[in-house]
């Protein structure tokens, strides 16, 4: 089943649903996944301070023209260094299409949202990338998606990455298809598909 949850991501105004946010079932980007996890897994098991990560999110952000930046927000105002969000760009990016910003360091405060002067005293840094970048985040930085004024649509397949150790997040709703939730693992760079396995052990 295809999980909306366009709503929780749109900026205010006429053009704030120019931004969609639909799950994609893992078992169609096993592969794709499988790409990342093996290069990557000593950063993941040193970063998330486990080897083992659940793949708590899988969706698909569409960015078209015209999309009004959106405020900054934090996706989980808990700091827990065992969670992380990923983006992987599905094409080239400039700075005027839309792009995911951060202001760095602002996971290690708990400066409240929506200030005034929000950017003067963070600075921040646009997340233009080429295609197949991989961008980590903790859910706690305050960030944003920029506005979009350029033509080409801006497309990335958007991750949320938990240790076997860590909370589920309280912030945002996580984007993920039923038949995935709490079933797919990266063990030490491999995928694994654990409700697969349980189901052929049942029989």
């Known amino acids: ?9 749109r900026a205010s105004g006429a053009n704030g649903s120019l931004r969609t946010l639909r799950a994609v079932p893992v078992a169609l980007a096993r592969d794709a996944l499988a790409s990342i996890a093996a290069p990557l897994s000593s950063f993941l098991a040193h970063a998330l301070q486990d080897s083992r990560q659940l793949v708590l999110g899988s969706s698909v952000l569409r960015t078209a023209a ?3 930046s959106q405020e900054w927000h934090r996706d989980n105002p808990v700091r827990d260094g065992r969670i992380a969000k990923v983006q992987v760009s599905l094409g080239d990016s400039e700075v005027r ?4 910003a951060m202001q760095p360091a602002t ?3 708990l400066d409240p949202d929506g200030e005034d ?5 963070h600075p921040s840094v646009a997340m233009a990338v080429p295609k197949g970048s991989v961008v980590f985040y903790a859910p706690s930085l305050r960030h944003r998606g920029g506005a979009h004024e350029l033509k080409d ?3 990335v397949w958007a991750l949320t990455l938990q240790s076997s150790h860590a909370l589920a997040p309280c912030g945002i709703p996580i984007t993920v298809s039923t038949e995935d939730v709490g079933r797919w693992w990266l063990v030490d760079g491999q995928v694994q598909d654990v409700g697969a396995g349980q189901a052929q052990g049942s029989n």
């Open 97 to 100: 299409q839309g792009v995911l």
């Open 153 to 155: 649509e801006r497309v």
């Open 66 to 68: 015209g999309a009004s």
């Open 117 to 121: 002067d929000v950017e003067h005293r």
């Open 107 to 109: 996971h290690n405060n």
């Open 1 to 9: 089943s295809t999980v909306d949850r366009s709503a929780q991501i």
